[in-house]
């Protein structure tokens, strides 16, 4: 059974591009290409790899350790010159990287990143943290320093998770007249931020405001509350979608971060391209690219996950 599956995710994986003879291959790995911020990163990993000379070919883990193994595994028996990856979690991912290593695969970690420093040629991720407490403090300001909150939070194995929902906290529980009602994992999910959001309202009806740890989630709560006549709560999410600037435009989510994921997939391309090269990126393994907080002033600036001019 497992040989089946092996062949048949093989099969998967030539459909996704050819390499030509010659060509060094640069493998992308991102969790659902569903979500618009994972299409977004592989697209632009993908473009910026064929505009430097690669082969490239994308592939989705679905946040899935055992398939991103598989993944990684196929990358080292394809000889990848490179593999970029938005992880499945901090601490299943470390055992794939370190094999991809001793095989002679970098790795170049976006967006997430790992419990390990060494294994990993970068780690490149967005401030989270900076990030987070911008939206923190507006949202903060919109609700008049008080009220009843709810907070969405993301994936318990994502070390993102984790860091925006301090960064939250670390802003709003300095102001003693906020008081968060519920906490819940959406798993960063539309769909569940949306039962999740129904079930919230009906033990606590008179919430002023929701937090959510991504834009997907945000998407999902404004879409409860809206069903349920309350449009008028304050939503904030993280991210930086179009979907979610639309809402802002709309007058709906009232704010969101922007992760630059275009600029840092973009970045683990040509840090790979350097490292391919003369074998070192000349710069940290750890790298923090700054966030900006979106509201309804800029938002019209804002596309797939990039501020246009």
Known sequence: MRKAIAMLLVTCFALAGVVQAGEKLIVVITPSHSNPFFKTEADVAVARSKELGYAAQAYSHDDDGSKQSNFIDTAIANKAAAIVLDNAGADVTIAAVQKAKDAGVPTFLIDREINATGVAVSQIVANNYQGVQLVAEFFVEQ???????????????????????????????????????????????????????????QANPNIKGVICGNDTMAMGAMAALKAAGKGNVIVVGFDGSNDVRDSILAGEIKATGLQPAARIAAMAVEQADQYIKTGSTGLAEKQLVDCVLITKDNAAKLDNFAMQD
């Open 143 to 201: 609700m008049e320093e008080e009220g009843e909150y709810v907070e969405l939070t993301g994936r318990e194995s994502d070390t993102n998770a984790g860091v925006r929902s301090r960064s939250f906290h670390d802003v709003i529980d300095q102001y003693p007249d906020m008081k968060m009602v519920a906490r819940q994992s959406a798993n960063w999910s539309q769909p569940e931020a949306f039962s999740k959001m129904e079930s919230i309202l």
